[in-house]
């Protein structure tokens, strides 16, 4: 809340497992973690850049004036399921 009152407003988006390179390689193979990760996941497959766009558009815009100490869960329900 310290930045508040300078203006700004501190805020983060909390994506999913993305498309990149490096979660595509480990994706690939087979451990605890992963593969509690994957049982987790609704549909099975990784985000894409374009799929948290919105978030961040809405977060960087005057439509979030009052949002502030959040983060925008992109994570196709990870944390629900």
């Known amino acids: 809340m310290e ?3 300078r203006g700004v407003r501190v805020n983060g988006i909390g994506p999913t ?3 990149s390179p ?7 193979t087979s ?3 992963s ?5 987790r996941m609704i549909r099975p497959r990784l985000g894409l850049p374009r799929e948290i766009i919105g978030a961040a558009i809405f ?5 979030s004036e009052l949002v502030t100490g959040h983060i925008v ?3 196709d329900g990870y944390l629900t399921a």
């Open 17 to 19: 497992l993305m498309d």
């Open 22 to 28: 490096l979660v595509r390689s480990a994706a690939q």
């Open 35 to 39: 593969d509690f990760i994957k049982a």
């Open 73 to 75: 869960m992109c994570d």
């Open 3 to 5: 930045w508040r009152e």
């Open 59 to 63: 977060l960087a815009s005057d439509a």
């Open 31 to 33: 451990s605890i973690t």
